[in-house]
T-cell receptor
Framework: AQKVTQAQTEISVVEKEDVTLDCVYETRDTTYYLFWYKQPPSGELVFLIRRNSFDEQNEISGRYSWNFQKSTSSFNFTITASQVVDSAVYFCALSEYLFGNEKLTFGTGTRLTIIP | DVKVTQSSRYLVKRTGEKVFLECVQDMDHENMFWYRQDPGLGLRLIYFSYDVKMKEKGDIPEGYSVSREKKERFSLILESASTNQTSMYLC????????????FGQGTRLTVV
């Protein structure tokens, strides 16, 4: 069985502060993929990043960065200099190979509120 | 631009009604998924399909069924709607090959009264 834990249910920060969203996962698979999605108030999930289990390099995309640490089974997401538009629910997800196809298992999400 | 379209944004149904939620994708994806989203529970997989007429149960299939007669369309059916099925329903699709990201529809907020 696999599990994705996002222990932070809600986070509020003042605009321009940095914020890190935590994600811890469990899997017995040796090859797996991790994802982050953003769900703005409109409701549609927006893909942010995909990382495979063999690539532990950190990634930066503008104000977003991701820290993947296999040793601690974590895939954390940091927003630098937060903006009001970053307010959303963020989901971490883990892939599973089932019946020859992918299945994504999501965490419970972290609601991020950026205070102007 | 990739597109997953769910037929309704908001839906109100009565207890005991048969409810159809429709999802269409225009990306020729093999895999399609139905999730429900509830506060504090995240997204939970109801059913998925990896080919036409093929389906597999997810984590919470009870009370639901699905239909995939055409590649682009994946329907979720509530045989006899109950109030505990009030939720946000999200459809997603992804290619069959390669472990790429899934693309999501805008969601259907279903209220059963």
């Amino acid at each position: 069985a696999q599990k994705v834990t996002q222990a932070q249910t809600e986070i509020s920060v003042v605009e321009k502060e940095d914020v890190t969203l935590d994600c811890v996962y469990e899997t017995r698979d040796t090859t797996y993929y991790l994802f982050w999605y953003k769900q703005p108030p409109s409701g549609e999930l927006v893909f942010l990043i995909r990382r495979n289990s063999f690539d532990e390099q950190n990634e930066i995309s503008g104000r977003y960065s991701w820290n993947f640490q296999k040793s601690t089974s974590s895939f954390n997401f940091t927003i630098t200099a937060s903006q009001v538009v970053d307010s959303a629910v963020y989901f971490c997800a883990l892939s599973e190979y089932l019946f020859g196809n992918e299945k994504l298992t999501f965490g419970t999400g972290t609601r991020l509120t950026i205070i102007p | 631009d990739v597109k997953v379209t769910q037929s309704s944004r908001y839906l109100v149904k009565r207890t005991g009604e048969k409810v159809f939620l429709e999802c269409v994708q225009d990306m020729d994806h093999e895999n399609m998924f139905w999730y429900r989203q509830d506060p504090g529970l995240g997204l939970r997989l109801i059913y998925f399909s990896y080919d036409v007429k093929m389906k597999e149960k997810g984590d919470i299939p009870e009370g639901y069924s699905v239909s995939r007669e055409k590649k682009e369309r994946f329907s979720l059916i509530l045989e006899s709607a109950s109030t505990n099925q009030t939720s946000m329903y999200l459809c997603a699709s992804r290619p069959g090959q390669g472990r790429t990201e899934a693309f999501f529809g805008q969601g259907t907020r279903l209220t059963v009264v």
